[in-house]
T-cell receptor
């Protein structure tokens, strides 16, 4: 298994642009999580899905952020419009429900100028 | 303060020494996990300890859990330079509305000098 696959690995964009981050979870995992990591705030859970359904999006900072999981093998996290304070590393992780052990992707490092 | 806070924030030791990191949390939990993150990489799961367990071993790792004090410790024995990384504890709160939701602490940065 190739693990959790995230793209892009690095993204540099200008304030106001739309950013889309992508994630392919491990086949057979039915829970998917989006985390954001910054020096100031550490690792924050943004949203998680169970069986493609959003369960808890209380960590999504504002309406500029949205996430979808159209099927079991793909999820997106979109920021529109992006702002410099959104600069962070965004991690996707998946797990098999009940195990709660997360497998993380390598992350997408976002820089908003 | 956050669920799952590690102590110390940074730890610097020599190869061969043991490294101990602590984690405190606030709410009742189903389990507590430890993860490792190398610089520029994603987190990697190390070990999980359930709320009804007190100690668990995996190779050079030893984890303890004290639910009465809401604390856990991670001991790495005979450390190696390759153990240099950040270590995070994560808690799975005993709350039906947060099933499967892991909350991470701020992490301990461990540096092992050769």
């Amino acid at each position: 298994d190739a693990g959790v696959i995230q793209s892009p690995r690095h993204e540099v964009t200008e304030m106001g642009q739309e950013v889309t981050l992508r994630c392919k979870p491990i086949s057979g995992h039915n829970s998917l999580f989006w985390y954001r990591q910054t020096m100031m705030r550490g690792l924050e859970l943004l949203i998680y899905f169970n069986n493609n359904v959003p369960i808890d999006d209380s960590g999504m900072p504002e309406d500029r952020f949205s996430a979808k999981m159209p099927n079991a093998s793909f999820s997106t996290l979109k920021i529109q419009p992006s702002e410099p304070r959104d600069s962070a590393v965004y991690f996707c992780a998946s797990s098999f429900q009940g195990a709660n052990v997360l497998t993380f992707g390598a992350g997408s490092r976002l820089t908003v100028l | 303060s956050q669920q799952g806070e590690e102590d110390p924030q940074a730890l610097s030791i020599q190869e061969g020494e043991n490294a101990t990191m602590n984690c405190s949390y606030k709410t009742s939990i189903n389990n507590l996990q430890w993860y490792r993150q190398n610089s520029g990489r994603g987190l990697v799961h190390l070990i999980l300890i359930r709320s009804n367990e007190r100690e668990k071993h995996s190779g050079r790792l030893r984890v303890t859990l004290d639910t009465s004090k809401k604390s856990s410790s991670l001991l790495i024995t005979a450390s190696r330079a390759a153990d240099t990384a950040s270590y995070f504890c994560a808690t799975d709160a005993k709350n039906l509305t947060s099933y499967g939701k892991l909350t991470f602490g701020q992490g301990t940065i461990l540096t092992v000098h050769p």
